[in-house]
């Protein structure tokens, strides 16, 4: 096959998903190797979720911010220890970073959402740069807008 053909047919191939964690030292990609100070591309997707640890231990999750795994409703529950987050795809040529982002790191989000509100754009429309900051014990995930060159 010729090039041209190779390029039109990985254009239909679906993403590759890379599942992201957070460590004060940046983004752990798929759970191994080192973390990569930043990652960028276009926030594809954003939808709520819920998490509730007991001693570092997942014991209910929430995909949809809405309904438990094991079919609570959220609402219902409403227990102190659960937590909200945004679960942030972002898509960067033929991968979609999939992040978990927490109350700081939510806020810096939606400050960017705000920003292209403001300007009166749409965030799919950005380019924009993930970097982690180190808190100490947790990362922070900031954001910032990519002006095409």
């Not at 030292?25 to 640890?53: M, S």
């Not at 909200?84 to 700081?104: A, E, F, K, M, W």
Request: with cysteine; glycine share 6%.
């Amino acid at each position: 096959m010729n090039s041209e053909s190779d390029r039109i047919r990985q254009a239909f191939l679906p993403p590759v998903v890379i599942y992201t964690r957070l460590r004060p030292e940046g983004f752990v990609l798929n759970g191994t190797g080192e973390p990569v100070a930043q990652i960028q591309g276009r926030v594809e997707r954003v939808n709520l979720l819920r998490k509730r640890f007991v001693d570092s231990v997942l014991v209910c999750t929430s995909p949809d911010g809405i309904q438990s795994r094991s079919g609570l409703l959220c609402d219902e529950c409403l227990h102190p220890q659960c937590r909200p987050q945004l679960r942030v795809n972002l898509r960067s040529g033929s991968s979609i970073y999939v992040i978990h982002l927490s109350n700081t790191s939510a806020d810096n989000f939606f400050r960017l959402e705000d920003e292209a509100k403001n300007r009166g754009e749409d965030l799919v429309d950005w380019i924009v740069r993930l970097k982690v900051q180190d808190r100490g014990r947790w990362g922070e995930v900031t954001f910032e807008r990519i002006y095409p060159r």
